[in-house]
C-alpha cells in the first residue's frame, strides 16, 4: 500500500504565493517520478511540474518561472512553491508518484484546492 498525502493549498490574492507538500509513505521502492497535476472546474486534469529522483524537471509552460517543484531530504516528498499566482491557476491540485523502473505503479494523492481570488 502506498499513500500521498497533500497539504498547503489555500485561498490567496493574485500575485501571492503558495507553497504545496505532498508526502508518500507505505511501500515506497524505485520513485520514478513525481509530480504535481491540477484539474480546474470543466477542465481535464493537466501536468503542471514533475521532478525525477536525480533532479530533472519538466514544466507546463504556463508555470515556467513562478512555479518550482523540488524534493524533501527524504527523497519520498515533494514540494510545489507557486509565486505570482493567476487566477486562472485556481484549481485542485493532486500530488502523483509513479513507482517503479518504468514508472508503471501509479498513486495520486486526495488533492488540495488553490484559490487565486481577490
Known amino acids: 500500500q502506498v499513500q500521498v498525502v497533500e497539504s498547503g493549498g489555500g485561498l490567496v490574492q493574485p500575485g501571492g504565493s503558495l507553497r504545496l507538500s505532498c508526502a508518500a509513505s507505505g511501500s515506497i521502492f524505485s520513485i520514478y517520478v513525481m509530480g504535481w497535476y491540477r484539474q480546474a472546474p470543466g477542465k481535464q486534469r493537466e501536468l503542471v511540474a514533475q521532478?525525477?529522483?536525480?533532479?530533472?524537471?519538466n514544466y507546463a509552460d504556463s508555470v515556467k518561472g513562478r512555479f518550482t517543484i523540488s524534493t524533501g531530504n527524504a527523497k519520498n516528498t515533494v514540494y510545489l512553491q507557486m509565486n505570482s499566482l493567476k487566477p486562472e491557476d485556481t484549481a485542485a491540485y493532486y500530488c502523483?508518484?509513479?513507482?517503479?523502473?518504468?514508472?508503471?505503479?501509479?498513486?495520486w494523492g486526495q488533492g488540495t484546492q488553490v484559490t487565486v481570488s481577490s
Open positions: 521532478i525525477t529522483p536525480g533532479g530533472s524537471t
Open positions: 502523483n508518484v509513479r513507482l517503479g523502473l518504468g514508472g508503471q505503479y501509479e498513486h
